[in-house]
T-cell receptor
Framework: AQSVSQHNHHVILSEAASLELGCNYSYGGTVNLFWYVQYPGQHLQLLLKYFSGDPLVKGIKGFEAEFIKSKFSFNLRKPSVQWSDTAEYFCAVNARGDYKLSFGAGTTVTVRA | KAGVTQTPRYLIKTRGQQVTLSCSPISGHRSVSWYQQTPGQGLQFLFEYFSETQRNKGNFPGRFSGRQFSNSRSEMNVSTLELGDSALYLC??????????????FGPGTRLLVL
């Protein structure tokens, strides 16, 4: 079974600061990796995903993530955050050929104007 | 294209009662998964249905059950409710659920409060 670990529980930033959220997973096989975001009062939305090819993936709203296979990591980055990026961010993984997503505990990001 | 819809959005029940939650997937999607979200345990997989068949179930007691209809709509049922069942129940749909990088699209959830 897969497990997902997100390094930070709560991150507080000022607008224009850079953001990096850590995510590590444990699974020996091939995986698909996802970052979802949950804005206040809204449902989970996909930010970006990786399943093959270029390990640097770009998503919506200026987010990107890098898959480092040797480190079992899939860290999320954004060079300059906005107040509207205040949300909870979830890293998720499923094994290739599986549909069940295993989620990390989530990181709450608060961006101060 | 309409997204995943869930009904009802909010529900209050008392211990010992049972509850049925409904999920309508995105049109054309045949796989429906259910997740429970709580502050303490986070997001946990409940079960997944494809073509009216349950393909896998998470680590939840038998009080949690579900089904899928021929139009891919799905229901989940919780019998003999306990206080700890208070949670946000999320439904997600994918086209085929083959796990080849397919995106799971989530609904807004049903917030269940057990008193």
């Amino acid at each position: 079974a897969q497990s997902v670990s997100q390094h930070n529980h709560h991150v507080i930033l000022s607008e224009a600061a850079s953001l990096e959220l850590g995510c590590n997973y444990s699974y020996g096989g091939t995986v698909n990796l996802f970052w979802y975001v949950q804005y206040p009062g809204q449902h989970l939305q996909l930010l970006l995903k990786y399943f093959s090819g270029d390990p640097l993936v770009k998503g919506i709203k200026g987010f990107e993530a890098e898959f480092i296979k040797s480190k079992f990591s899939f860290n999320l980055r954004k060079p300059s955050v906005q107040w509207s990026d205040t949300a909870e961010y979830f890293c998720a993984v499923n094994a290739r050929g599986d549909y069940k997503l295993s989620f990390g505990a989530g990181t709450t990001v608060t961006v101060r104007a | 294209k309409a997204g995943v819809t869930q009904t009802p959005r909010y529900l209050i029940k008392t211990r010992g009662q049972q509850v049925t939650l409904s999920c309508s997937p995105i049109s054309g999607h045949r796989s429906v998964s259910w997740y429970q979200q709580t502050p303490g345990q986070g997001l946990q997989f409940l079960f997944e249905y494809f073509s009216e068949t349950q393909r896998n179930k998470g680590n939840f007691p038998g009080r949690f059950s579900g089904r899928q209809f021929s139009n891919s709509r799905s229901e989940m049922n919780v019998s003999t409710l306990e206080l700890g069942d208070s949670a946000l129940y999320l439904c997600a749909s994918t086209l085929s659920g083959q796990g080849n990088g397919e995106t799971q699209y989530f609904g807004p959830g049903t917030r269940l409060l057990v008193l």
